[in-house]
């Protein structure tokens, strides 16, 4: 966050790491997700819904490809058109950076058309201008469930201290205790095995 012209938090330490590190096992919400859907996700790991919405204001940095959001340019949910929430300004960029037939490798667009590359309620800002590039991005702003969150944020001078407050939250979540996992070397991959000469590990 510091990089990115945000505040500290405090991130705890001590969590330990699996043995086992595959894509395979990453469970994580399609871009497509509806609210309500993504509001039960969260909630099955112990997190609310401002939670949900807080933890969605990390697209405030990063970038999505376009095979992510292709459909909501050109044949929203099967319409043969584009989602009619996305602002026209919005629309004409991205098929600009993505065009429907493209000789390119994927390109990529940042999720916070204002400041992709500062941590800030921005993106709130702009998903209530209909500037949200993902699908649930934009949801979150209009949904009866979340939108008086957004309201709130977009409204909110410290979204810094309660996004840092949501992201150790979510690394509570299914911590491995009593002798499970292992601490790492190198947080990218799991420990090798120690070989023992005359026997099996």
Known sequence: MW?????WYHVETGRRDGKVSLASN?????????????????????????????????????IARCS????RIYNFNKTGGPDPTM?????VELKEKCPRISLIF???????????????????????????????????ASDELTKNIVDDIVNDPDF?????????????????I??????????RVVNKKPFIFGGLN
């Open 3 to 7: 990089q990115s012209e945000g505040k």
């Open 26 to 62: 990453v469970s994580l919400p399609d871009a497509t997700i509806s609210v309500s859907d993504s509001i039960k996700v969260f909630a099955s790991k112990n997190l609310t819904p401002n939670d949900t919405v807080y933890l969605l204001g990390g697209h405030t940095v990063g």
């Open 68 to 71: 992510l959001f292709k459909d």
């Open 87 to 91: 602002s026209p300004w919005l629309l």
């Open 106 to 140: 994927d390109n990529t667009y940042p999720l916070d058309v204002k400041t992709p590359s500062l941590i800030d309620n921005s993106y709130f800002q702009e998903i209530k201008k209909g500037n949200g590039v993902l699908q649930i991005d934009q949801q979150i």
């Open 160 to 176: 810094y201290t309660k996004f840092g407050e949501a992201m150790v939250k979510l690394g509570r979540v299914e911590v491995l």
């Open 178 to 187: 009593d002798g499970q996992g292992e601490v790492r070397k190198s947080c």
